[in-house]
Every structure is written in structure tokens, then in C-alpha cells.
């Protein structure tokens, strides 16, 4: 079973690199380029954007990787209080559940782009200011935080009840049922998920590059598409490729550690 | 140990609790019988404060549960362990982490937890296996660790809510002399909540017959069983149907008075003839006692009643509609 998806996958690789190498052959021929030419014009491409790209790949780590911490810490803390205050929670409070899981629906019906706008004056009393990398993570938080509280509460929710129950008899309280019970059981879907959850946050912060932030959508959308430098288009998606494979590669990892 | 005088619960309007009223002693072990959604799981639930009564007093070891603020109730649940019938382990973590589960949230230091712990897969048999992870285990395994972990904090009552009932026979017998030997030694009050009468007869020394929320029938569990209420008969749905001519007679047999012996003594003393139509042995905690059908012609009725008044035997003539 094992060896048998191991030299699909093989197969697989294989084929996708013989297919790299026609089309490469391919543009070659129809731009009538030696390899030689067309390696030096790669290369000289890659030398001229290089300190741009990496610039704008740190940018976007940046806004990724702290949107999604925060995001996930927030995502947490509200879904349990959701799941303690709701219908089937430990401690219901149907006043307290209805407004978050309004305030939660609200947030999550804006677009994000309508979102960076509404809530600029919000950033600039926070950050100072609305432009810029880090000013960025706060539209991005704020746009994302919803999305976790419920993805973080349907995993908790998934959770046996029959387990959340053996720990309250022997005496777990409300926190040690949280973090001891619900997070450890269910961490291995929230991982997943959060790993999905930084994927559209790296859409979003393209988006949200394009008002300011920086970032690899950012040098697409100013280079690529505005002055007509295809070149950086490609090395932009080539790196965001990249980075959504990693991600999603970290994710799965994870899942199958703890799980 | 447990006193219930006039107990009621209702959840909304809907009372699933009714004037519930009975006592445990320290050391027994006591059944909770009736058919599904009867209330035994909420009876039980009320025991540990998971669920709270609107109505009657429930003492626990002499505390009234509902005045115990937060305090007292963590530690009513701590001289309580429970176990249930889809064992309930967490499935994140190993056997040993699950069992240490209970001594980390009440904050034991590391080095007494995993004594204790090893202690604990000691005395149900899965010393070997603390690493595994608890998916890897049959059922009868979880429901051992399920116990270890519910014996942990070094309780005085159990709680059992249907803990065999996901279980094939071979285990549950297994787990139930499990369940006695750790109430001997640890001198345990064993709450048994279960819809399978074989358990109950095998395990309990009295117990109480719930059904919809009301008490159908409390006492020995031997003479409940041997001399059943109406209500208890339609429960335990006796499986002997009627032979149509002739009366039918049931006779139950106390551990003093040897089954053949009344059986061809009467034969032999009344001279007539009768036939066995039905019969059934079981197990009653320690000893084997069971009954025989008898189905005798009308004629000879009276001189059998009188034969048998005289033997000193229980007996019963059955009735068409059981
Ligand atoms: N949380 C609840 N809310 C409303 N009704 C409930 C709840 N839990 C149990 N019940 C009802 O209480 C009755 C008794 O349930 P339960 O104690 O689980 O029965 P048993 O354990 O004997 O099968 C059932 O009719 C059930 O529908
Ligand atoms: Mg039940």
C-alpha cells in the first residue's frame, strides 16, 4: 500500500518534469532562444527583482504569520467563551452567545477590502498609521479572528461530550476543561484548519498590499501589472506557490504528529 | 452513604424525576435498573452535582448536594469516580496520560502521579500496556482504564453508568468481578446503573426499578427477581410463554432446598403426573437459585398448592397474560 502511493507519487513527479521541460523546450523554440540565452535571461531577470522579491516575501511572511497568530489567539479565546456560553455550553448565557455569534456573522459578511477601508481610522489610533507592513495586520486580524472563533468552535464542538463529561466528574473546572480537554483533543483539526486559515490570509494580504501594505501581491500589482514587467508577475507566483505548498505541507505534518 | 428522600428533576416542564426515595449503604453495590430514557443516567448524574434536582434531598456521605458551593462540589466529585459506557478516555492521549489525568488537574506532583498511576494499571491488569494509545485497545481494555482512571483520586462511591452495555458477554462478566474485586479492596460503594437484567442479578445486592422517571420497585435483588411486581414482569420480559391446557405453576428454589429432590418427592408423594414446562438457573451473586414451570392438570391443582404450601416453596400459578 505504503510503496504503491510512493510510486504513484514518483510517476507523478516525473511526469510534471518531463512536462516543465517540453514547455520550456517549447518557449525556445517559438522565441527562437539558445538554452544558454534563455538561462541568462532568467537569471538576469531574477538578479534584477531579487532584493525587491525577497523584500516583499519578508512583508508577506510578516503580515501572514502574525494575522494568523493573532488571529488564532482571538479565534480561541472567542470560541470558548462560545462554547461554554452556548445553547449546549457549561455554563449557558444565551445573551452573551447571541451577541458574539452576531458580532462573529457580521465580520465575516464584509469584503475584506471594504474592511481595510472601514476600519482605517481604527488602524491609524492603534498603529499610529494606516500604511505600511505592520499597520496592515490589523485589517487582516480583524477579518480573520471571526473565521477562527468558528472553525476553533466547530472543532470544539466535535469533541465528545461523553469526554468534556468524565473530566467534570472528577472535578476539572471550566479553564481546565478548555485548555486541558477541548484543545489538546482538538488540535489536530484546528491545526488543519489554521493552516487553510493562513492560505486566504496570504490572498488577503496581497489584497491588502495593494492599499499599502507591501508584500509579493503588492510587487505583482506595482511591477507586474503596471509597468507591464511580466517577469516579476511570475517570479511573485512562482515564490506564492511556494509558500502555499509549505504551508499546507506544515499543516498536514502537524495533523499527522499529533493526531 | 447516598440518602434520596422525594427526589425530583425536571428538565424544562418535563419531570424525568419523580419522588424518587431510597438509601445506599457504605460497601453495597446498587442497582439501577430500567429501559432506556427511565432517568437512571440523570439519577446517577445527580449524584456528582452534573446535573442539578429542583425538588427532595439528596445526601451525599451526609452533605445535602445541592447546598455545596463550588468548593464542596469539586470535592463531592473527587470522592466520586464514574465511569461510562462509551468509556469516555481522550483520545489524544496514551493510557498511562489518561489515567493521570484526574491527579493532574487536582495538581499531584509528577513523581507520586506516576507511582499512583502504575499502581492503578496494576490492579486492573494493563501494567504492559501504559504507552499504547487507547484506540489501539479493545473495549473491555478501555473500560479497565476507564476504572483506573476513575479510581485514581482514591473515591468512595463509584458511579457506573451502563458500563458493560458496550460490551459482548465474556467481558462484561469479566469487568463485573473487576468491579467487585476493587470494591473489596477498596472497601467501594458501587452505584451500577444498567438496562441488562443479567447484570444487576450477577452484581447488585439491592436494587431500584425506574421506569419514566418513577420507582417501579426497590428491594433485595434476589426477591425483587424471584417474586416480581407486575411492572417488574413486563420489564424483565420473561421469555416462557404458556402451555394452553392446565395450570401452570412457577417454583422458585431458595439455596436450602435441592431442586430435584422437591421434584420427584412430589411425584412420588402425590402420584400423579405433571410436566416441566420451562425453567430457567441463575447466578444471584454467589450462589445458583432459579425456578421450574410446571404445568399440572386442574384436577390435581389443589393437592399440588397444598404439597407445596407444606414443603415451605415459593411458587405462583401464572396467569395467561405475562
Ligand atoms: N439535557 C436534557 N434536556 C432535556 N431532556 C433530557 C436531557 N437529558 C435527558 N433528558 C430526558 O430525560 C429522560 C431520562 O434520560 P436518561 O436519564 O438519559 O435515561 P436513561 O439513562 O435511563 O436511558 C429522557 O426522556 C431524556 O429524553
Ligand atoms: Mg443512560
Sequence with gaps: MKSDSGTQKLFLGL???????????????????????????????????????????????????????????????????????????????????????????????????????????LTRLVMGTAIGTLPTVLPLTVAAAPFAARIIEANFL??????????????????QIIFRVLLPEALPAIILNIAVLAIALLGYSAMAGAVGGGGLGDLAYRLGYNRFQNDVSVWCILVLVILVRCIQSAGNLLYRRLR | ??????????????????????????????????????????????????????????????????????????????????????????????????????????????????????????????????????QSLSGGQKQRVGIARALALSPKILLCDEATSALDPKTTIAILDLLEAVRRELNLTIILVTHQMEVVKRACNRMLLLDKGLTQGIGKTDSLFLAPTPDLKKLIEDEFTLIPTGVNIRLWFPREISRNAVITGMARALDIDFSIVGGKLERYLDDVRGFLIINVDDRHLERVLNYLQEQKLFWEVMDDEI
Design chain 1, 15 to 121: 511526469f510534471f518534469c518531463g512536462l516543465a521541460l517540453a514547455t520550456f523546450v517549447l518557449c525556445l523554440y517559438l522565441f527562437s532562444l539558445s538554452p544558454k540565452e534563455a538561462f541568462q535571461a532568467i537569471a538576469d531577470s531574477f538578479a534584477r527583482i531579487r532584493e525587491e522579491l525577497f523584500l516583499s516575501l519578508w512583508q508577506t511572511l510578516c503580515m501572514v504569520f502574525l494575522s494568523t497568530l493573532f488571529s488564532a489567539v482571538i479565534g480561541f479565546g472567542l470560541a470558548s467563551v462560545m462554547i461554554i456560553t452556548g445553547p449546549q455550553g457549561l455554563a449557558p448565557r444565551p445573551a452573551v452567545y447571541a451577541a458574539l455569534d452576531a458580532v462573529v456573522d457580521v465580520l465575516r459578511s464584509l469584503p475584506f477590502i471594504i474592511l481595510i477601508i472601514f476600519i482605517m481610522p
Design chain 1, 158 to 175: 466535535e469533541v465528545d461530550r461523553g469526554v468534556v463529561e468524565a473530566a467534570r466528574s472528577f472535578g476539572a473546572g471550566i479553564g
Design chain 2, 1 to 134: 452513604m447516598i440518602e434520596v428522600s422525594g427526589l425530583e428533576k425536571r428538565y424544562g416542564g418535563k419531570a424525568v424525576l419523580k419522588d424518587i426515595t431510597f438509601s445506599v449503604a457504605r460497601g453495597e453495590v446498587f442497582g439501577v435498573v430500567g429501559h432506556s430514557g427511565a432517568g437512571k443516567s440523570t439519577l446517577l448524574r445527580c449524584f456528582n452535582a452534573l446535573e442539578d434536582y429542583q425538588a427532595g434531598s439528596l445526601k451525599v456521605m451526609g452533605r445535602e448536594v445541592k447546598d455545596l458551593d463550588r468548593a464542596g462540589r469539586k470535592q463531592l466529585r473527587r470522592d466520586m469516580g464514574m465511569i461510562f459506557q462509551t468509556f469516555n478516555l481522550m483520545g489524544s492521549k496514551n493510557v498511562f496520560d489518561n489515567v493521570a489525568f484526574p491527579l493532574e488537574i487536582w495538581g499531584i506532583a509528577r513523581e507520586k502521579r506516576r507511582e499512583r498511576v502504575m499502581e492503578l494499571l496494576e490492579l486492573v491488569g494493563l501494567a504492559d500496556k501504559y504507552k499504547e494509545r487507547v
